[in-house]
């Protein structure tokens, strides 16, 4: 979607360990502005979720935290500021989770299959996440800003290896994307039988020109483990 490794040695990371001064314990007024923060992004996750962005108000967010609406604006802006910092935190971290997954495989369309599966697999796991990428980028495209650059690496890796045959890169990025997001939605709503996501990632691979018995086996593969990444 959308190596050398340095050596890593144990004695040198101890020595820098043991040469770097350690940051100060976080005093008790930066804990609780750490509470309350996470508390704030914590109340706009439900609400997004749940309403949309456009109807949730700074007001609501505040409430839904227990926090005065004055204090709000100790740690945001506007409301645009808080979808940042979760959008930050939500994509990122299934972002880092997505690659760790794609750099187990070498075949450019079966990392296409992990990563649409990974992301369906992760809305199955976190139905609340889910919603608010699915509600959030009917507004905003997030999916686009956040995840189009390394779905279109592939999908040009894929292009320049002969693996896939698509007549224009840009629109078959969109078109995945769009039918990631349907199905997404349709999961959400309790509207598809088992296995939707093997059989989404077999559509996407069959448009980008993958051939259908090849297209359908890499779908099924097991996702890399995590753990072993």
Known sequence: MFKTEPRFSIL?????????????????????????????LAAA?????????????????AGAADTALGSFY???????????????????????LLEQRQHQVDDVAERVSIAHRHLLAAVREDPEWGWLLVRLDLEHRIVE?????????????????????????DVALQASGGALLEVM???????????????????????????????????RRPLPDLDSA
């Open 12 to 40: 040198s990371f101890m020595h820098d360990l043991a040469m770097t001064p350690q940051a100060p314990a976080p005093t008790r007024n930066e804990r609780r502005r750490a509470q309350t923060r996470a508390r704030l």
């Open 45 to 61: 996750r439900k609400l997004f979720a749940a309403r949309g962005f456009e109807p949730t108000t700074i007001r609501d967010i």
């Open 74 to 96: 100790n740690y945001f802006r506007t409301k645009e500021d808080v979808l940042a910092a979760l959008l930050e935190d939500a994509l990122g971290e299934q972002h880092e």
């Open 145 to 169: 800003h956040v995840l189009a650059g390394s779905a279109m690496r592939d999908l040009r890796d894929g292009i320049d290896a002969g693996r896939f045959a698509v007549t224009d890169a």
């Open 185 to 219: 939605h349709a999961a959400l709503r309790g509207a598809l039988a088992a296995g939707y996501d093997s059989a989404h990632a077999e559509g996407v691979l069959r448009s980008f020109g993958v051939a259908p018995a090849q297209a359908r086996d890499i779908a």
